[in-house]
């Protein structure tokens, strides 16, 4: 295996064993047994196999040994047997190629084959040669066709004058399709798939509803399976429903310096028929669907049924989306990458680009849906610490709720991917899944955001993750997100058309996020005349420690009491005053961050001090214009003012005839990023005791007199253990 050949020791190489039937050519890679500690027998029944056609070999070899031999013009050997040693698959022939003649041979190689297919497979080989080439051939060509029509089911086919064009739009739409996935059924849907979708969901909705599933075709449409479930009266299967996306060969994003770059697309059961699932982290999948709804549109209020489904009572996200349902990372402290927090800059444009699809492809489908309560809440047991809390180490404000986890495995182990969504009665395994309505949904992810506004800054990072940048990872806790806030404009904008142009007067929301909501809209009225000049840094702490408590009341009562079931009638002309209300605090802020060159600030960095709250710039970025050009404040005169700046400055690159997302910026050498000058810590008595104890536990002093903070710390973290162990030794 991968994890056998890359990450063990190469004294397990011992158990390897390559063997090679000299008549086909075929080669076996096997284990003698089974990689373990246990004091039992442990077979190992499954093999790695390679074989080639198209050569008569002079010499076939199953390791690397004989390479130098070979690079010095030495003869090679066959080699039928190998043991201890890693395998690998060289063939040797010789022939002569004449002017314009060409030769070609395939080489192939399988993993996880049993003795059967072994057998199959030398059976196969020990046939004629070139029927063999030519079913290989053909399966290829099979393979390439196949490709070839999952591209162009999302639209990837074109052909322009271009080539380099037409393969650049031919390679986007496949890797979107290998993340996002594609239909393979188009709009048709297949009863066995949708019954399977089902019972990794809700065993319950499976047994209750029995008659709505074996009253269905074999296969129907899925503007049909709509129809019929919103018509049948059981919300649970209504959600279901309307989040029932029959996709395949999607699967989760890989990156190169993530471990999690082991991904399997699966597209077969084990019995050879089509597998529909996907898979994928919430920052990626949902930018794969924008792209694949456009080919897809009846899907794309499915789409935003996922998305709202799996979105918290505190109006964050989890880490990942499956066809059975959320998930989300779990700590552990000897894991370096299972760090717990949300990402809160997606969220808002993703859904709000969805939603927009939806209202060109279907108008008035949002609107019908804003009061009906067919969403829910994901029941992640993530738990943001109080406001109190949070600006004293706003680099860690999560704590993970083990009791509520074990909860939630309990009720998965019971139920099916539903137990992972919010119920009434927590403590109580029959309790009822949470629904709620669209403008509810929507309403709590806006709440979310303002509650973390610091005006003239942008939205506080505060919640353990970065933005979609990871060469911004050190903002969080003190970064201040103009993007975010950019597209948070967007998104206002777009709902309170949506609820403008609705035949609604009011509608219910959840008690709790009513009283949440209604605590907001006091507060931003409140502090509303500071709009007409610039804020204070005390006028600012105010109003950001007003706005981040009402949050984490709201939070709290939530983590302590779940939702009471009882809802407050909200009035809509009360609800677009309070987004008229919100949008004069986003543009202010947003106005705030032109910057003098005629750019826009991205982010800025928060600082904290008693009862302040100064703001400091960032140097400038790329995503800040692309984020003010699209949040719809500019007009058409100041669109292209900042287009014709951003040409004109350090973000554009001449020679690429493109913008980058940094300047060119000149960064400090090696030694001088970690150089504190003698005169910044002379007088410090710490100093003068760590040095005359010959302690370098802190720092250490050079030749030259400069000294170096240790070299084994990462951040101030590591700054403030060291102090902390030198505080409890008395010399110090």
């Not at 063939?91 to 395939?106: D, M, S, Y």
């Not at 792209?291 to 709202?308: G, K, R």
């Not at 991917?417 to 403008?439: C, M, P, W, Y």
């Not at 001090?609 to 699209?630: H, K, R």
Request: net charge negative; aromatic share 10%.
């Amino acid at each position: 295996s991968e994890t056998t050949q890359n990450t063990f020791s190469p004294l397990l190489d011992a158990y390897k064993k390559n063997e090679l039937d000299e008549e086909t050519g075929l080669a076996v890679y096997s284990l003698n047994s089974q990689l373990t500690d246990l004091a039992e027998p442990s077979e190992s029944l499954l093999a790695t196999v390679a074989w080639q056609v198209g050569l008569k070999p002079e010499a076939i070899l199953l390791s690397s040994h004989q390479l130098d031999a070979f690079r010095s013009g030495q003869r090679v050997h066959t080699e039928t047997e190998t043991r201890g040693r890693r395998g690998a698959y060289f063939t040797h022939a010789v022939f002569t190629l004449q002017a314009g003649e060409e030769r070609a041979w395939h080489v192939v190689a399988d993993v996880d084959q049993d003795a059967a297919a072994v057998v199959r497979l030398t059976l196969l080989l020990r046939g004629d040669e070139k029927d063999l080439i030519s079913s290989l051939e053909a399966d290829l060509a099979a393979s390439d066709c196949n490709l070839k029509d999952i591209v162009s089911s999302a639209d990837g086919l074109q052909l322009t004058d271009k080539p380099l064009v037409t393969a650049h739009h031919f390679a986007n739409v496949m890797f979107n399709a290998m993340r996002g996935g594609y239909f393979p059924d188009q709009y048709r849907v297949k009863k066995t798939d949708f019954i399977d979708y089902i019972s990794h969901l809700n065993q319950t909705v499976l047994a209750v509803e029995n008659n709505f599933f074996s009253d269905l075709p074999e296969e129907l449409t899925i503007q049909e399976l709509r129809e019929r479930a919103n018509a049948y009266g059981n919300l649970d299967l209504a959600r279901l429903v309307n989040s029932y996306l029959p996709l395949t060969f999607s699967r989760r994003h890989g990156d190169p310096s993530r471990p999690w770059n082991r991904f399997s697309i699966k597209v077969k059961r084990e019995d050879g028929s089509k597998r529909l699932d996907y898979e994928g982290n919430w920052r990626d999948i949902f930018q794969n669907w924008e792209a694949l709804a456009l080919s897809y549109p009846e899907y794309t209020e499915n789409m935003i049924h996922v998305f709202l489904n799996a979105t918290t009572a505190d109006g964050y996200n989890p880490y990942r989306l499956t066809r059975q349902g959320i998930d989300w990372e779990i700590p552990d402290p000897n894991n370096p990458w299972a760090n717990i927090g949300y990402w809160s800059d997606h969220q808002i444009i993703y859904l709000t680009k969805l939603m927009e699809i939806s209202l060109k492809v279907h108008p008035g489908y949002l609107q019908s849906g804003l009061a009906k309560p067919l969403f829910s809440y994901a029941d992640v047991p993530y738990q943001i610490k109080t406001y109190s809390e949070i600006p004293k180490d706003p680099y860690n404000t999560i704590a993970f709720d083990w009791e509520r986890e074990q909860r939630v495995k309990e009720r998965v182990a019971q139920l099916g991917g539903d137990g992972k969504l919010v119920r009434f009665q927590e403590n109580q395994a029959s309790g009822s899944i949470v629904h709620a309505s669209l403008t509810e949904k929507l309403l709590t992810l806006l709440l979310a955001k303002l509650v973390n506004l610091v005006p003239g800054g942008g939205i506080w990072m505060n919640t353990q993750r970065p933005e979609w940048n990871d060469a911004n990872n050190a903002l969080v806790g003190k970064g201040l997100s103009v993007v975010t806030l950019a597209y948070l404009r967007r998104y206002i904008h777009f709902v309170r058309d949506l609820l403008l142009k609705s035949d609604l007067d009011s509608v219910e929301v959840h008690m709790e996020v009513a009283a949440f909501y209604q605590q907001l809209f006091k507060i931003l009225k409140e502090y509303s005349p500071l709009l007409q000049s610039h804020f204070n840094d005390h006028q600012r702490r105010e109003v950001m420690d007003a706005l981040g408590q009402a949050g984490s009341d709201y939070r709290w009562t939530f983590y302590l009491n779940g939702f009471s079931g009882k809802t407050e009638v909200l009035d809509l002309r009360h609800l677009m005053e309070f987004l008229d209300v919100a949008l004069d605090y986003v543009d202010h802020t947003l106005r705030a961050n032109r910057r003098s060159d005629g750019l826009y600030h991205s982010y800025n960095i928060l600082h904290l001090q008693q009862g302040s709250a100064a703001i400091s710039p960032l140097y400038e970025m790329l995503e800040g214009q692309v984020a003010i050009l699209s949040s719809g404040l500019l007009g058409g005169a100041e669109s292209l003012e900042l287009l014709k700046c951003l040409r004109n400055g350090p973000l554009y690159r001449a020679d690429q005839h493109s913008y980058i997302l940094y300047p060119d910026r000149e960064l400090q050498r090696f030694v001088a990023k970690n150089t504190v000058s003698p005169h910044r810590v002379e007088g410090l008595s710490l100093v003068r005791d760590l040095l005359l104890a010959g302690d370098k536990s802190l720092f250490v002093r050079d030749e030259n007199g400069d000294y170096h903070f240790a070299s084994s710390f990462r951040n101030i973290k590591d700054v403030r253990e060291a102090l902390l162990a030198l505080k409890a030794q008395s010399r110090f």
